[in-house]
């Protein structure tokens, strides 16, 4: 069956450190994986997107890598802030049609 | 950017009422709106796939009569939980794609819904 795994325990860090979270897939096959950013009683924000033939992807302070071979991603924050704080997803696209599976998501909590 | 309005944002109600969530997009087109559930630390659960003008498309496991899904415009999705009971109690939310992106774009989500049956 198809199963996205996320680090399964939050993550602290402190100001300033980057970040580093881990999505690995099975049983995909996908053109492109995604990463969302979730606050605590809100909807999911979308962060980045990430095609099969790029190997890595930056926006800002943020920095994702997709590598196939391993069928895994991993998201970046640099020089990570207190704002930074919330839960990460990742997603794929379910293998018809364009709806998405998402991983449960690593909590991450900046520390001043 | 691309908004999509879901309401409402929270609901609090007895066990047997029928509640109805709404979805819309404001400022595109959404030929596809896709329904999720989440329970605390879970991951979003996709319950069903709304099609503008056909029958949505549920997920294996989801009672197509319990979780009613109208997709009458291009802007609008609508999800009724029937007869709600304290199991359905859970966070709703709703997402849309833009009918004039292309596939392989991101989806656009709702704040969500609330949903606590008593």
């Known amino acids: 069956s198809q199963k996205i795994e996320q680090n399964s325990e939050a993550l602290n860090i402190q100001e300033g450190k980057t970040a580093t979270l881990t999505c690995n897939y099975t049983n995909y096959s996908p053109a492109y994986l995604q990463w969302y950013r979730q606050d605590p009683g809100r909807g999911p924000v979308f962060l980045l997107l990430i095609r099969e033939n790029e190997k890595e992807k930056r926006k800002e302070r943020l920095k994702v890598t997709f590598d196939t071979t391993l069928k895994q991603s991993l998201f970046h924050i640099t020089a990570s802030q207190p704002a930074d704080s919330a839960t990460y997803l990742c997603?794929?696209?379910?293998?018809?049609?364009?709806?998405?599976?998402f991983g449960k998501g690593t909590s991450l909590l900046v520390t001043p | 950017g691309a908004v999509v309005s879901q309401h409402p944002s929270r609901v609090i109600c007895k066990s047997g009422t029928s509640v109805k969530i709404e979805c819309r997009s404001l400022?595109?087109?959404?030929?596809?709106m896709f329904w999720y559930r989440q329970f605390p630390k879970q991951s979003l659960m996709l319950m069903a796939t709304?099609?503008?003008?056909?029958?949505?498309?549920?997920e294996q496991g989801v009672e197509k009569d319990k979780f009613l899904i109208n997709h009458a415009s291009l802007t609008l999705s609508t999800l009724t939980v029937t007869s709600a009971h304290p199991e359905d109690s859970s966070f709703y939310i709703c997402?849309?794609?833009?009918?004039?992106?292309?596939?392989?774009?991101?989806?656009?989500f709702g704040d969500g819904t609330r949903l606590s049956i008593l």
């Open positions: 400022d595109f087109q959404a030929t596809t």
């Open positions: 997402s849309a794609r833009d009918a004039a992106e292309a596939s392989n774009q991101p989806q656009h």
């Open positions: 709304s099609n503008e003008g056909s029958k949505a498309t549920y």
């Open positions: 997603a794929l696209a379910k293998n018809s049609g364009y709806a998405l599976n």
